[in-house]
């Protein structure tokens, strides 16, 4: 997790001095104000104290627009001499505050019934023009809002805005993945529809994502026919994590030695009720069966926010 592998902090955690930051602070992204944001007749509240993102000394908050930046991209670091209980404790910290973040944003979601999907793949899986695909697809039937999340640069942001779709990036700097505190910072300026479908698209990685809840309805792991049919076993934390794999990129299988049939065994292995669909975010195969699939959940989700308000 990040407090082994140093993502999101320069600083060295468990080491403080005396009127030093204390250990279980220095993975914290610190700002000393807090305040309330509502999101239409729900109130949503988010204090700036980011877990797991500390980044070593003051730092500014930028808002370029359209872009959330968390920091400059330079290597994390190891924190060596660090007791195995000390960075479980750590750990556990973290994970406590990203998880009342994300029930604030799954209560969101559930007033406004946005359905809220989590991407999340290795770098290179099509993640992107998987989603550029989509919207365009949907985009007649539903409004879609997304959230992009990368280290640096906001290339994604802006192909996701050339589908008329409104996105908002996330730069998360050192930081490996997007955490639930990012989104709902996101979300204050994204303010996605009521009714609709957020798609998030987390950092490119197949290790951190898997730990951290963001408040959305379903993980969905995309995995490239490109890359090794045996990664649902080399990263199973995340394929157990996930309701959905799409195997993308499946227009090259003619120019591949990939095994489907072993790929998808390896990922029920891990995870016996993981559906599966094999789609090409290029040539549209399988597409519509994942089309249906988000239907019938915003579709869901749309309905029980009416529901709860009525009731």
């Known amino acids: 997790m990040c407090t082994v592998c140093g993502c999101g902090t320069a600083s060295v955690e468990g080491q403080a001095k005396p009127g030093e930051e204390k250990p279980q602070e220095a993975g914290r992204h610190r700002h000393d104000h807090a305040h309330d944001h509502a999101h239409g007749d729900y109130h949503h509240d988010h204090h700036h104290d980011h877990p797991g993102h500390a980044h070593g000394g003051d730092h500014d908050h930028t808002h370029g627009e359209g872009v959330i930046d968390f920091g400059a991209s330079l290597s994390g670091v190891h924190v060596p001499g660090l007791s ?13 505050k990203n998880d009342a973040y994300a029930r604030q944003n799954r209560a969101f979601f559930a007033h406004e019934g946005v359905l809220a999907l989590n991407f999340v793949s290795s770098p290179g899986s099509g993640k992107t023009t998987l989603l550029v695909r ?52 996101a979300l204050e300026t994204l303010a996605p529809q009521k009714g609709g479908v957020l798609f998030i698209e987390n950092v490119g990685n197949l290790v951190c994502p898997a730990a951290f809840d963001l408040g959305e309805a379903h993980k969905v792991v995309v995995l490239s026919v490109t890359e090794g049919e045996d990664k649902p076993l080399k990263y199973p934390d995340m394929f157990a994590a996930a309701d959905l794999m799409l195997l993308n990129k499946s227009d090259l299988l003619p120019h591949l030695t990939f095994d489907v049939g072993k790929c998808l065994a390896y990922a029920l292995r891990v995870n016996p009720n993981l559906q599966t669909l094999l789609v090409s975010a290029q040539t549209g195969e399988g597409m519509e069966a994942f089309y249906a699939w988000i239907e019938a959940r915003a579709a869901r989700a749309a309905s029980a926010a009416g529901a709860a308000k009525t009731g």
């Open 84 to 96: 195995q209980e000390k960075i479980v404790r750590i750990e556990r910290d973290i994970l406590s």
């Open 134 to 185: 989509a919207i365009a697809d949907l985009m007649a039937k539903m409004p879609i809002a997304v959230i992009e999340g990368d280290q640096q640069t906001s290339n994604d942001a802006e192909r996701i805005r050339a589908t008329g779709a409104p996105a908002i990036q996330i730069n998360t700097g050192k930081g490996c993945h997007l955490d639930a505190h990012m989104v709902g910072h």
